[in-house]
């Protein structure tokens, strides 16, 4: 039987009150009427043990209207998937995907809640399409940046996450300056004087 626990725990960023988290990690598979049953959920739904699912589970998963889907155990999915569960109004969506290709990139472009990825690093490529993208962007994983992908995130139309980031160089942080919105580095230990003073300029709260 797969682990069942629930808690008290992660915030909505809107509002002050507590989430209810269903904490069901040990699923390795689920049919669709079980997928129509959790998207009834109106907390945070925890389904980091699903390492596949077929594209009839997704578009079951993708009516959850709860604060938040994490499928951080997905190790793929089919573009079909994808675009079904970034065209859904979900409010939080997290994939624990290590790195993503362009054509994903585009996809979930189209994803205007906040956005989860824990991806390691982040091609030029790839920053410039999510650039285009409108929401929170969550990428607590990435361990570099480069000047090249930190002004394509600039772009971005919403706050930009990456707390995994332990140090920024002066370049990249003069690109990431022109982004609009708050910037969170909670996990960076140095900052030279030239990047701390590009981050000084930027218009949110860093």
């Not at 650039?131 to 090249?148: I, M, N, T, Y």
């Amino acid at each position: 039987a797969a682990a069942l626990s629930r808690r008290k725990g992660e915030a909505n960023p809107n509002s002050k009150r507590k989430t209810n988290n269903l904490i069901l990690n040990g699923l390795t598979s689920i049919s669709v009427g079980t997928a129509k049953a959790l998207a009834r959920y109106e907390g945070c739904l925890m389904l980091d043990g699903l390492a596949r699912l077929p594209d009839e589970v997704l578009s079951a998963l993708a009516k959850f209207k709860g604060e938040k889907l994490d499928l951080d155990g997905l190790q793929s999915i089919s573009d079909k998937g994808l675009e079904t569960l970034a065209a859904s109004g979900m409010k939080r969506l997290s994939f624990g995907f290590k790195s993503i290709s362009e054509e994903q990139a585009e996809i979930l472009s189209a994803y205007k809640g906040v956005l989860g990825l824990d991806v390691h690093r982040l091609s030029a490529q790839v920053a410039a399409i999510l650039g285009r993208r409108k929401g929170r962007l969550v990428l607590e994983c990435l361990r570099a940046l480069s000047p090249d992908a930190a002004r394509g995130l600039a772009r971005h139309r919403g706050d930009l996450a990456m707390n995994g980031l332990k140090c920024i160089s002066a370049q990249a942080a003069w690109q990431l300056a022109r982004h609009k919105g708050d910037i969170q580095l909670c996990g960076v230990k140095k900052l030279t004087m030239n990047a701390a003073k590009a981050l000084a300029t930027v218009k949110g709260v860093v």
